[in-house]
Every structure is written in structure tokens, then in C-alpha cells.
């Protein structure tokens, strides 16, 4: 069994708490079954062992280094590369034409879990890859697909997504880097520079092709003049494209993925291929968003489960103290899990990661569905909820991951301080989640600002459904009597004090949207408590079925019983606030601090 | 002004929130003023600003090394600690007689505070020796006073605290370094193994002096039979002492601090000087680990702090986006500063570092108090509540040092996440102190278990009346009355709670115990409530007498309200907690994770 990710959690998230064979009615996805599913968890799972934790330190320790111009990158990082493409990993969501398997997302994400799990940095690399070619292959042209994809799926070439710019992070719609049109339609002189771009260059593959944001001169300002480009960094014919790389990114953790900054066209050289139309390239950078999102929510979950399975072990074997009520210190010491605060941090641990993972397992089914619904009314609604679930699948587990993974480290002491363990890197990888794909700042304000009100709050009102649906459920069963009766007083006040807080729109804009972080935060806290609740029925169905594992049952209630006592109840500290009329965060001065 | 610290604040801690000119009345301090205390902490800033600062980045990039059994340290230590020796830091607390200056204790802390802000790492070598000394000469004979501290005060030798074995971590009764009497009286010989010894070893300093606890053979188990020796690196002869560096650990962050295993009288060889009477050693090294865990609670705040000030500075100058109300992309990006969610990042580092400051401020004051005082009545009840505060002044720091570094992270971006800024590095360092000194774990049970029950709950029957003492002052000032409010309630309700768990004591000693950790966090919640509103009313008052600088003192009011209105609120889930009857972390079992 493999030390960094727990098989009967993900089994139970997939096959049991929900049920991703459901997807197996529609059509695209009608081949597969629970052995294909099973088939690709044990691939991912043999590639993960293998071949990603074994270089998972060492990755660590042997950062990418620039040479000449050039970031070499560690040397075991090109036969995985190729082997994820060999074995058809950056391409198994497509379809059949296109080489795909037409797995669904949500196993993609599933074996996701797993590779980062193993090793975070290593697992990037196809990642990325397959985000740049679906952009190519949902909006670019058939010849743009014809020459960039295969080689893409294949693993030789690398994919990345060129966003950020030195002015331009938080507030995209300040990119100034300018594409002039050329006397061929299609090809564009590209010029400016791009900075924090992941894999934006390294020598595990032949080329590297950007999907890059720019501005077509002359455009609008804003948003509204963004197109998307196809820049490769050597062209089809073998000619360098003018993309250097101008410097490295040395970092706190997530160190085996080197971070790019790069001098486009900076002499005058460099040539890029529109992605479909000219102004539409934000927006389809978030149609592809949504997934990238949720993608770095699984990251922080994989993370925080690693260094979860990590100190579970360590409190398992290691020998300190004894027990409260033994005063005879002739008696061996007790394994530190027998200390009730030891098993506090353990079960935040497993309500964060477990709870998270169940969470991006709905969102990702919910994705797959969508992804293949042409009925309209229907897949309004479930966009409308998985575009309200985006932001904090995104920012819970990304925040609570740095937690979760201090955590481990709290666990073992001392020696969780020291390199000879892997938690302090776990939690030196975990703090990058809530800064990239958008901070847990920008989450707030998609969330409040955005997601809450679009198609007259149907996302919300389905949301609410939803957690209604479980406690009606749980209500069946009546040993989940307490913890449903907590959750359900929550529910109830949280929805007086969100209502409460949205009739303050309207008031002062930059009072209403001062708390918005904290309003994803709550929000987070009350889905992860669903979640919870919904793991709790399921596992006392199985028990009453008569499931032989009962250990692994009663460890999911007690841990849901944990969460309503113990993370649940943070959001009345918020609650309280959202009542507020007092705004020290807007009122305060720059130079009063 | 140097950029690590905020001096503003931090003369506002020491002469106006709270008076530490108030301890020159004491005739043992009666030398000193104004005067002298602003000469101590304007040549710590000078040697913190000329000879920390530049290598802090250094020192965590050149870890030390072991090499040939000897630890090499970063070039630059050996002229620093020797300037902390010739300088008189080292003995700066100690008596005129021992060559001393009779610094209060407070004053020797806020310089450690504008050292451990520039470097902590290198501030680590002399407040080590300072405390072993400490050791020698409050407990050891006049003998081994004069043939050891007299190196020591001059930054030659350094000083260690040698606890730590590899079963006895946490408990300390288990250890099993073993000191066997030999034919001459005072002298043992030692043998067994030390690990985590801070400052273990290093070639900075001529010898290395542990301060070890050792059993004597045949001594008593538990903590009854543990002994406290005088053991030095190299005899007093100049020949070797068979203490020999078996590794060094690596660590994530603070690494500029060597951290050695060491293996005493491997070889038979290794003579010990015993100090004081035997089997009193754990008492000996308790009556110095007060100050030791307020010391670790003060580089906690330290680095925060430093943490905060980068931050802020970065917050100043980094253009990002616009106003929430401001709509018009054509107008330039305005400094992170003016978004309410970066303010109230800053915020929430302003009220965690500049609160726990003052609560350090108010426990070294009490500890110099003490440290002078004859009456014993008056006496008992200080020393009650600084016992009752230690744990507090330990955690609440340390714990949320490492949120508020995160949260520096955060405010830098992807920035923050680089190594070219110095807040990753704050990050990483700040992770060792809710570990070290015993674990917040462990503080939680001494608060829970032992601190408020002593002398009839003298020690909390006292922070009641200070805390009572600051509501009726703030009663005063109209332009606190919501916060006063606001913090009164709280202190009302938490009083229930507490009583309410007190009395859970006979019940089932598991239990009661098990939410030792949480309790810690709540009363920490509270002191520094406590110590923001105090604050607030020296802030009013300043403005109500036309200070000049009104900014700073707006800001100090802003930030007491933040504190109410965004961190006292998180004792409502704790109190909630504390009325509960349902103990998941008791009832899981190891299985069952």
C-alpha cells in the first residue's frame, strides 16, 4: 500500500459517498465501467509509486536551475513526462478521434489525486499540458489542432498558460503584451513579457507551447481587448521563436516545477497564432478556468492527504507520555495517537482532506455531466452550482491545506521541523494554492460579487437544495440524530446572516465587498459540513448493511461528529461579523498602520 | 529606520501602553532611565541593523555543516557573538558584582526583540548562553560560577540547554541520560544521548557549554530523579570531553542555527559538573523556563513582526487593480493598500504582532517586578498570574506567528512565494515555535491541568481583575464604548464557560483534558482583547492630550476594533465547544483514522 494517499478513502469518495459510475449511463462515457475506472486508479497509482514519490524528495532538493539561457530541470523528469503520454494520460478525456479514452474529468481528477499525492511538482507538468491543448482543440482551428495537439498528447511538447505579466497579476485586465498583425492572416507578431509562468521552459521537452494572453494593437482596453495565442518556442520548421527565458523563479516549496519569466519578441522575432477570434481570449481562458480551478483545489487536498497519511503514521508508531489518567511512569510510554489532543490534529487533518476531496468529487461529477447536457434548463442549473461550488472548491482546500499540512508537522514535533520527514515540505508546497489561479482574495470577490447573483442567485438557491436534500436524508438516521440537528441550526443561521449581508449591496459597494473573503471562507466551512454530513449517512448505511470494515465507518462519523463540534462551529465567529455595521478594514488608513 | 521592526510601536509598548520606566523605582534598577533605556535599545538597532540584518538572508542559504564531527557555522557568528560579549548583552540582566548592568529583564527582551526581528537565527547564540549562565549562577556553586561564566558573559563559550533525548521529548520524565557518581565529590560521569540541542555545537565559539539533565545512577523515575550538570565540550584543561557530534539536523527554515545529536560518554570519557543538589534539576531548569517560554513567545512576535513590516511595505508601493466603486479601466492601478481585503491582511498582522508585543511587554514587567520583590504575599499573586500567562504569552504568539507570516505571504502574491522577498523565509522560520519550548500541546495541558488551579486559582482570579481593571478605564473613553462592549460580552460569556468547564474536572480527567489545546487558544483570544483595548485607551488619551503624531494613534484605535470585530469573535466557536458533551476526539480510535 502505497504510504501517501489513503485507496479506501478515494474508493469510498468515488463508488460509495458518490457514485461516478452514474456517468457511465451517458454515451460518451458508456464504455466504461467500474473496472476501467479501477483500471485507470491502479495505472495512476503503479506510474505514482514507481516512479513520482520516488524522486519526490530529491526533486526538492535539486531545483531547476537557468544555464545559458536555458532551465534544466531534474533528469528523471522526461521518461515520466513521455511515459504520461505514452500511456495516453494528457489526452484520456478526449474523445476517440482525437486518440482520447473519453474518461471522465472526474477520474482524471481522481488519478490526479493521486500523482499529487506522490509528488505535486512532477504531476504539473502533463497537467498543464493537457489545459493548453484543450484550449487549442475547444477553440483553435483545425490546423492550429493538427500541428500542436499530437505532439502535446504525446508528451513531447509541453503546454503552458501564459497569463501573468509583471503589471498585470490580480488585475488582468492590465496586460499590455501587443500582437501586430502580420501580412498572414492568423499570424501575429507577439511583444512583451510574461512572468511566474509554470513550466515555461525546461529540457524535459522539445518545444514548449504557450497559450498566451495578449492584446491585438489597437484593441480595446480592458478585458474586452484580450485575445489568445498559440506562441511555441521553437517554430514547426525548427526555428527558435523568439521566447527567452529571461529568468527563474526561485521558491519556497513546489520546487521541482520550474516558474518562468520570459522576454517575448524582444527582438522583434517572435510569432503567434490566434486562437479562434480576435477579443474572446479571456473568456475562453475561463471557460477552461473553472477546470484549472478546480485542479489546484485537488492540489491542496493531494498535499494535505500526503502529509495527513505521513503523520498518522509517525503518531501510530512513535512512543511519548502516557495517558492522562496512567500516573504510573513505570508503564512504557503510549503511542502519541493515544493522546486526545494528537488525535484532535489528526481528525482536523482527515475532516479537511476528506472533506475537500468529497467535495471536488461532486464538482467534478457535476462537470462531466454538464460537459455532455444539451438540455438547457437543466444544464443551467448545474452550471449555475458548479459555477457558485468554482470558487471555494478552489479556496477551501487551499487554505485549509496550509493548516492541514502545519498540522502534520505540529504532529511530529521536532522532527516535523527537520528535513528527514516529508511534512515540512508538504507544508513549504502547500502555501503556493491560495496565491495561483487566482488568490483566495480574488475567490471573494468572484464569489460575492459574481457567482452569488448570476441567473438571479439560481446557483445559491440550488446550493441550498442541495444541503437540504442531505438533511433530510440524515434525518432517516437516527444515530446521526445530534451532529444533523447541529448542522442544521447552522444552516438556518448562516442563511439569515448571508440574506442579512446581500441586502447590503447596495449600500456601499466597498463595504459590502470588504468581508467577501470571508464570506468564501464561511461558505467553504458550511459545504465541507454537507459534505461531512453526507459521508456520516453514508456510512451508517453501510453499517447498517452489515459492512465488514466497521472501523473505516466509524472513523468517517466520528470525524463528522468532530467537524460540527469543532470546525463547524468557526462560522459563528463569521456569522457575528456579517450582523457587523462596523468596518475597520475599509476605514482604516494606508498610513495609519 | 531600519525595515524589520516598527520602533514607533515599539516605544509605544514600553513608555506609553504600558511604563516600564516604572521598574527604575526599584532600587536594584534605580540606575537606570529614560536615558539608559533608550542608549540599550538604540545600540541593539545598530548592531541588529550593521551586522544581523545583512547575512539574515545568507544564513539561511549557508546552513551549517557538520564536517569531520565539528559543526561549521556562517563566517559572520563569530564577530557577532563576540560583540554580544564585549558589548555586555550576555550578562546585561546579571548583578553590578558579576560584571553585569542590572538591565531589567524587559529591556534586555525588547532588544532581543529588534535582534530576533533582523536575524533570528544569529540572535539565537546569545540568548542560549545567557540562559545557561542564568542556570550556573542561580544554582550552581561558587566554583563552577567562576571558572565557567566569566567566558561565557564574554561571548568565548557558548551555552546550550541539553534536554532533549530521543524518547523523551515532551516527557521529560522518561529520560534516561545517565550521570555516575565518581570519587570525587560534584563530579560524574555522563552518558546516554541528546538530540535538538540548539546551538549544540558550532566552531563560533571556543567551547560549547551544556547545561544537561542528566539521572543520577540509582535515582528515583519521573521527573523526581533528574539531575542538572554542568557539561562541557572541552575540560577546563583544554582536552576533549567525549561529547561528540554524532549529526546535525536540517531543518526548514531557522537555519542558520545549528541543531546538534550529540552522544555524551560514548567512550566512558565524558565528565559532568553537578549543579545545586541532586534530583532537583527539573526544578532548577523550570524556574529559568518561564522566561525561556516567554523569550520563544517574544521571537514568535519578532519575526511576525518583521513579517509585517515587509509586507507593508510591499502593500505601499505595488500597484494592482482598481477601487471596487472605480470602474474606469483608463485610470492608473492604485497600491494593494487601498483594497479593504489587503487591509484587513494587514490588519490581522498589526493586531496579532503589535498585541502579543504588548502582552509580552506586560509579562516582562511583571517578571522584573518579581524578580526584585521581597513582601510575599504581593509576590505570590504576581508570580501567580505570570505563571497562569506564561503558556498564553508562549502560544498565542507562536501559533499565530505562523498565520500572520502566511498571511504576509499572501499579501505578496506570487512575490511572496519567491525567494527574492525575505517573507517566505519568515514563513519557514516562524514554523518552529509553537514546537519548541514544549509544544502548544503541552502548554495547553500546563495551562489546563496545572496553572489555573494553583494557589486556589489565584493566578486567574487576578487576570480577571486586570482584565475588569481595563474595561472600567475604557468605560472612560466615549469613543470606545462599542469595543468596550463589544469586549465585556465576551469576557462575560467566556467567564461562563470556563467555570462551566472547570467543573467537568472530576468527571472523566480524559476529557476535561482533551480540549486543553482549545482552551489555550481562547484564553490567548482574550489576553490579547485585553491587551488591545488597553491600547486603545492609551491611544484615546493620547489623542485627547493633542498628540501630534494622531496617525499612529488612530491606527492603533482602528486596529482594536478590527480585533473585536474580526479575531475576538473566533472564542464564539470556542465557548460553543466548551458547553459540549459530545468528546469525538476521546471516542475515535486509531483504527478507525
Redesign the interface.
Known amino acids: 500500500m502505497p504510504s501517501f494517499y489513503s485507496k479506501r478513502d478515494l474508493y469510498f469518495q468515488l463508488f460509495e459517498n458518490q457514485n461516478c459510475l452514474e456517468l457511465t449511463q451517458i454515451p460518451y462515457f458508456s464504455d466504461h465501467s467500474k473496472e476501467t475506472f479501477t483500471l485507470v486508479l491502479d495505472a495512476a497509482e503503479q506510474i505514482a509509486e514507481k516512479s513520482l514519490f520516488p524522486i519526490f524528495k530529491e526533486m526538492d532538493r535539486q531545483e531547476p536551475q537557468l544555464v545559458n539561457g536555458q532551465i534544466k530541470v531534474h533528469q528523471g523528469l522526461k521518461s515520466i513526462i513521455q511515459k504520461f503520454g505514452e500511456d495516453g494520460w494528457i489526452n484520456a478525456i478526449f474523445s476517440y478521434e482525437e486518440g482520447g479514452q473519453q474518461l471522465p474529468w472526474t477520474l482524471h481528477m481522481a488519478a490526479g489525486f493521486i500523482f499529487q499525492a506522490a509528488n505535486y511538482s512532477a504531476s504539473v507538468f502533463p497537467f498543464l499540458t493537457t489545459g493548453a491543448a484543450n484550449l487549442i482543440r475547444t477553440f483553435g482551428s483545425s490546423e492550429l489542432k493538427e500541428k500542436f495537439t499530437p505532439a502535446m498528447y504525446a508528451g513531447k511538447w509541453q503546454g503552458t498558460m501564459a497569463l501573468?505579466e509583471p503589471?498585470a497579476?490580480?488585475?488582468l485586465?492590465?496586460l499590455t503584451t501587443t500582437a501586430y498583425p502580420t501580412s498572414t492572416a492568423g499570424i501575429f507578431k507577439i511583444k512583451g513579457q510574461k512572468?511566474?509562468i509554470s513550466a515555461g521552459d525546461h529540457d524535459a521537452c522539445e518545444n514548449i507551447i504557450h497559450l498566451m494572453l495578449a492584446r491585438i494593437d489597437g484593441a480595446p482596453?480592458?478585458t474586452k481587448g484580450i485575445s489568445l495565442f498559440v506562441v511555441p518556442k521553437i517554430r514547426l520548421d525548427g526555428t527558435p521563436n523568439d521566447v527567452l527565458t529571461q529568468g527563474i523563479?526561485?521558491?519556497?516549496?513546489y520546487k521541482g516545477a520550474p516558474i518562468a519569466h520570459l522576454m517575448i519578441g524582444s527582438t522583434e522575432g517572435c510569432e503567434g497564432y490566434l486562437v479562434g477570434e480576435p477579443n474572446q481570449g479571456l473568456k475562453y481562458m475561463f471557460q477552461m478556468m473553472n477546470e484549472a480551478r478546480l485542479g489546484v483545489g485537488m492540489n491542496a487536498v493531494a498535499i494535505a492527504s500526503a502529509a495527513f497519511q505521513a503523520s498518522?503514521a509517525y503518531?501510530?508508531e512513535r512512543?511519548?507520555?502516557?495517558?492522562?489518567?496512567e500516573k504510573d511512569?513505570?508503564r512504557p510510554?503510549v503511542?502519541i495517537?493515544?493522546?486526545?489532543?494528537?488525535?484532535?490534529?489528526?481528525?482536523f487533518q482527515?475532516s479537511v482532506t476528506e472533506g475537500a476531496l468529497a467535495l471536488l468529487v461532486f464538482c467534478g461529477i457535476l462537470s462531466d455531466k454538464i460537459s455532455q447536457m444539451a438540455y438547457a434548463e437543466e444544464k443551467l442549473e448545474l452550471e449555475a452550482l458548479l459555477d457558485l461550488l468554482t470558487p471555494i472548491a478552489k479556496s477551501y482546500p487551499s487554505e485549509m491545506g496550509?493548516l492541514s499540512t502545519?498540522m502534520a508537522?505540529?504532529v511530529l514535533?521536532?522532527a516535523?521541523?527537520?528535513?528527514?520527514f516529508p511534512v515540512?515540505q508538504y507544508?513549504?508546497e502547500s502555501?503556493?494554492h491560495?496565491?495561483?489561479e487566482g488568490?483566495?482574495?480574488i475567490h471573494?470577490?468572484d464569489l460575492l460579487?459574481r457567482k452569488i447573483w448570476m441567473h438571479e442567485g439560481l446557483g445559491w438557491k440550488k446550493l441550498q437544495a442541495h444541503i437540504e436534500q442531505t438533511i433530510i436524508q440524515a434525518k432517516q438516521e437516527e444515530e446521526l440524530n445530534?451532529i444533523t440537528e447541529d448542522f442544521e441550526s447552522v444552516v438556518k443561521r448562516f442563511g439569515h446572516a448571508a440574506s442579512g449581508l446581500l441586502f447590503k449591496r447596495n449600500l456601499d459597494?466597498?463595504k459590502f465587498?470588504?468581508d467577501?473573503?470571508?464570506f468564501l471562507e464561511a461558505t467553504g466551512i458550511l459545504c465541507i459540513g454537507w459534505m461531512w454530513l453526507r459521508q456520516a449517512v453514508s456510512a451508517q448505511k453501510a453499517l447498517s448493511q452489515g459492512a465488514s470494515d466497521q472501523?473505516?465507518y466509524?472513523?468517517k462519523i466520528?470525524?463528522a461528529?468532530?467537524y460540527m463540534?469543532?470546525e463547524l462551529?468557526?462560522?459563528?465567529?463569521?456569522i457575528?461579523?456579517f450582523h457587523?455595521t462596523?468596518?475597520?478594514?475599509?476605514?482604516?488608513?494606508?498610513?495609519?498602520?
Not at 337 to 347: F, G, N, Q, S, T
Not at 569 to 574: D, P, S, Y
Not at 583 to 591: A, G, L, R
Open positions: 501573468t503589471d497579476g490580480s488585475s485586465s492590465d512572468i511566474y482596453s480592458g523563479y526561485h521558491k519556497m516549496g498518522l503518531a501510530k512512543p511519548q507520555g502516557r495517558k492522562i489518567s511512569l513505570n510510554q503511542p495517537i493515544e493522546h486526545a489532543d494528537v488525535k484532535r490534529m489528526l481528525l482527515k496550509v502545519s508537522v505540529q514535533g521536532g516535523g521541523y527537520t528535513t528527514d515540512e507544508f513549504r502555501r503556493i491560495p496565491i495561483h488568490t483566495t482574495g471573494g470577490l460579487g445530534q459597494p466597498e465587498m470588504a467577501a473573503s470571508l472501523g473505516f466509524f472513523g466520528e470525524t461528529t468532530y463540534e469543532y462551529v468557526k462560522i459563528q465567529g463569521l457575528s461579523r457587523s462596523s468596518f475597520p478594514t475599509v476605514k482604516m488608513q494606508s498610513d495609519w498602520f
